[in-house]
């Protein structure tokens, strides 16, 4: 074998090995790097009341309210699943509304029910026009 | 690949083609921004910040696919022991960590808005400021072995390996669930209105134009300094 095919066939073995490890790794983190729980893992895990993480899902239709207070929401976050009552005090972003993503840090103070110190808004991967969207996503916005 | 092996001959094609890949990179960034900063349509959730994609998409692409240049450059050096390899490797190597610089700011400008945070450890952005971490260590690395000598392989064995982050920060949306969306430019199609998405192409072939010219004006100052300090040397030894 020529020395050139011999560093060639040395090279492509080497990072065929590194890369398979890196995959193994990765798929070995796969719950440890995911970023939140779901409802549904949250259960399913045990996690303990208290216990600071974040809690990941879409904002049930329907569930969003706002108390007396003016500043404290109440709403539930479901995964299709399993869904869990959230309560927040303070100022949400602008993307956070019914039927959309959103991910809250924060904790259990009772089985199914969650206080969150955080809200971000997660969005999905669909860009469209407000006249495309249309009627399609009339959910109520928490903005007047 | 090695109709290139010859400096001189490289130089004869990279000289007219600088010029043009600059000014129609140019050209077509212009149309791009304008286009998607003027005539699309707002998004019906984002509104007005969603135009940040027509920076946010060209600059990540930019950053990942100046690492795949790398790692293509650091093949041909360590198999083929191309004269030129190491020069490409060393010249992608600014841009591209600028661009992924780009990408990292321009996502957390958009972030603050439409997540309500300017950064979050999720598994995408971690991995794309990893790529960021890679290319000051690949720029230091190969900076070193210029200056002191030493065996320039050892920045070709580097952007080999740091490829391995590649597939890591396209599939993070996939592998784990994170605060960044899914990818929504496939193989198969757009989750992206075409009404919003037409100006992305635009945008995305000019930038990569201008990335193409700046690569291919480092390789030719890079040329030419060897050049120099070829002569300065036998002038040296002469006197």
């Known amino acids: ?144 | 690949m090695h109709v290139f092996a010859n400096p001189a001959r490289f130089l004869s094609i990279a000289r007219p083609l600088t010029g043009w890949f600059g000014w129609c990179g140019a050209v077509l960034i212009a149309v791009g921004l304008g286009a998607g900063l003027f005539l699309t349509p707002v998004d019906y959730l984002q509104g007005q910040t969603v135009r940040i994609m027509y920076v946010h998409v060209p600059a990540a692409w930019l950053g990942m696919a100046g690492w795949s240049g790398i790692a293509v450059a650091s093949l041909a050096e360590l198999v083929w022991r191309h004269p030129l390899a190491g020069v490409a490797g060393r010249a992608v190597a600014l841009p591209g960590a600028v661009f992924t610089a780009i990408c990292l700011a321009s996502g957390s400008i958009w972030g603050r808005p439409t997540w309500g945070t300017w950064w979050e450890w999720d598994g995408r952005l971690t991995s794309m400021l990893v790529l960021l971490f890679l290319y000051i260590a690949y720029i230091a690395l190969a900076d070193a072995v210029a200056e002191r000598g030493g065996q320039a392989r050892v920045a070709a064995i580097f952007g080999l390996v740091g490829a391995v982050n590649l597939p890591i920060i396209h599939f993070s949306v996939l592998w784990w669930r994170t605060l960044h969306q899914g990818q929504s430019i496939g193989f198969t199609g757009s989750t992206i209105d075409p009404a919003i998405l037409w100006p992305l192409p635009i945008a995305l072939a000019g930038f990569t134009l201008l990335f193409g010219a700046i690569v291919l004006m480092r390789m030719r100052a890079a040329l030419a300094r060897g050049k120099v300090e070829a002569r300065l040397r036998r002038l040296g030894s002469a006197a």
């Not at chain 1, 199914?112 to 109520?140: C, N, W």
């Open chain 1, 1 to 144: 074998m020529k020395a050139k095919n011999q560093r060639l066939v040395l090279v492509l073995a080497a990072t065929g090995a590194l890369v398979a490890a890196a995959l193994l790794a990765m798929s070995a983190l796969k719950d440890q790097a995911s970023y939140f729980y779901t409802p549904g893992d949250a259960v399913r895990d045990h996690v303990a009341l208290g216990q600071q993480i974040r809690l990941g899902g879409m904002v049930e239709k329907g569930s969003l309210h706002r108390e007396a207070d003016g500043v404290t929401i109440s709403f539930r976050v479901t995964d299709g699943a399993a869904s869990v009552a959230a309560r927040y005090t303070g100022i949400v972003p602008d993307l956070f509304r019914e039927g959309s993503g959103v991910v809250a840090e924060g904790r259990f103070i009772a089985p199914g029910s969650f206080v969150a110190d955080t809200i971000l808004a997660k969005h999905d991967e669909r860009y469209m026009p407000p006249q495309v969207a249309g009627s399609m996503h009339e959910a109520k916005s928490l903005k007047p």
